[in-house]
């Protein structure tokens, strides 16, 4: 991929806003993605995360705030260089059905000028698998097929930095996975990848940070670090019967700051500082007590329950 | 601040158009049977003229073949044209495109010179099969009066304008509509209003001299130096994504 990067991060984005009239599409969004970074953007739908790829892709102004692309500073006058050093693929792949792959590729090599057509086209369909399918029309290629012809045509250039909208949306299982496959391979290959999706699955997997959009930039990091952020450390430990006096056995565990005992009586959370010294404890604590432990598992918490406990919060300050 | 266009890329919107024009079946169809149907409605007319056919007469008869021809270029560009951005849109194209370093006016170039040179080809072609037929089988007065420098020259030179027209007319229709079929419609309505000149020159209204010709045909390039640049003025890249206008 693209060896040749500016100098400072991909993406620099200072206070970007975006209004239609009065409906506010983005608001006050600030965020940076390095080199060589996929960045998972997420959100509901309506969040504001296609308008931020679109102006960032030069496709929309903003209404106020300033960005960087690929170290170029967003303005109407750069869109054609910066537009030459990135590449969108849509949530639609957007073919033209009539043509064929390689068609298609031809198509959008020569509106980037490129020289070496043939060995470039030939290199992206390698890179998606679909080397031998370049004569065929596009109209006779699946969902999930298409949806590799539109990443091949935006590896056509090389590009700085890689903008997948939704790339996923409206596959199958196996379609998607193919395509986080192919995403997987183009993070080891050192793409810098901005990829927008809803699917928390999607961007834990494959996304070194993540941003959570809903309007304005709710929060930002790495998806562990999210987690430790909004939810405390915790175990649970499940006995046979009812602990006799849970309160003597869990309360003076070292490192466990509280305890709870949920609705099906036999099955107790620790909030704990270090789940590592605490649930060796814990289990020596419940035998000793002279109870049978059944299970002890410290709880895991996702990027669906960072990603929920965001936007339900946002829905429930609209609702007040 | 003048910007440079690159031939490439419009080159490569050219290609690309002809090519899907040709797997287009409706376009194909619409630009092979419609340039044919108004080549033999002329031919009918003329040859159903008498050899001594009065000096009116004549001009009405040569009038409505003239008019006849110069629906080809007026129609045929119109429908190909009055496609060229909603039917990106409808395909959901337009988004990868605008995507790339490609500017509004080579986009819009391109697309206009795709439907412009098999515009062109077409109707000089039945023009000439027109004036063969009429050379070699039309009464001689018919064929003399066809054959005047001002006639000539009037359809030489108003069949590029009239083409222009329409395909600016076609491109600024399909920038703003959000169905095919009625971008289809309003750009084969409003294709038609500059054949008034060519008529003016067919029904011997006004006489069909060199000059005139010119003078109208400078006054119809001018329209259509208009027409393109207010093309350009109304592709607007954030409303034809979002559909807002901004």
Sequence with gaps: MNAQHASGPALVVDHLTKRFGERTACSEVSFTVDYGEVFGFLGPNGAGKTTTVRTLGTLIAPTSGTASVAGLPLSEANGVAIRSRIAVMPEAPGLYLRLSVAENLAYFAGLYELTDRRERIARALKSVGLEHRADDLCRSLSKGLRQRVGLARALLTDPQVLFLDEPTSGLDPVAAREVHDLIDALRKRGVTIFLTTHRLAEAERLCDRVGIMNTTLRTIGRPDELRDQLFSKTIELRTRAPLAEPDQVLAGLPGCESWRLTEDGTTYVLSVTDPDTAAPAAARAVLAAGADLLALTPTRHSLEDVYLQMIDSDVEAEQR | ?246
Aim: aromatic share 8%.
């Design chain 2, 1 to 246: 601040m003048i910007k440079t266009l690159s031939a490439t890329r419009i080159r490569a919107v050219v290609a690309k158009e002809l090519r899907d024009y040709r797997r287009n079946r409706f376009v194909a169809t619409t630009m092979a049977i419609m340039p044919i149907l108004f080549m033999i409605a002329p031919i009918v007319t003329i040859f159903s003229l008498p050899a001594d056919a009065a000096s009116q007469k004549l001009d009405a008869g040569i009038g409505v073949s003239v008019l006849y021809l110069t629906l080809i270029p007026a129609l045929v560009p119109a429908v190909v044209s009055s496609y060229s951005v909603i039917g990106e849109r409808e395909q959901g194209t337009l988004e990868p495109v605008l995507t790339t370093p490609l500017r509004r006016e080579e986009l819009l170039l391109g697309k206009a010179l795709a439907a412009y040179l098999p515009t062109l080809v077409i109707s000089y072609v039945m023009y000439g099969i027109f004036l063969a037929c009429v050379g070699l089988f039309a009464h001689q007065n018919v064929a003399d009066d066809v054959f005047q420098a001002g006639r000539i020259l009037a359809q030489v030179l108003f069949t590029p304008l009239l083409a222009a027209w329409s395909i600016f007319a076609g491109i600024a229709i399909s920038t703003r509509a959000n169905d095919v079929r009625v971008a289809q419609q309003l750009s084969t309505l409003v294709s038609l209003p500059p054949m008034a000149v060519t008529a003016l020159i067919g029904f011997g209204v006004l006489a069909p001299t060199p000059r005139i010709a010119v003078a109208l045909g400078a006054a119809m390039l001018v329209i259509d130096i208009a027409a393109g640049r207010f093309v350009s003025r109304l592709f607007d890249r954030e409303r034809l994504l979002t559909g807002v206008k901004v």
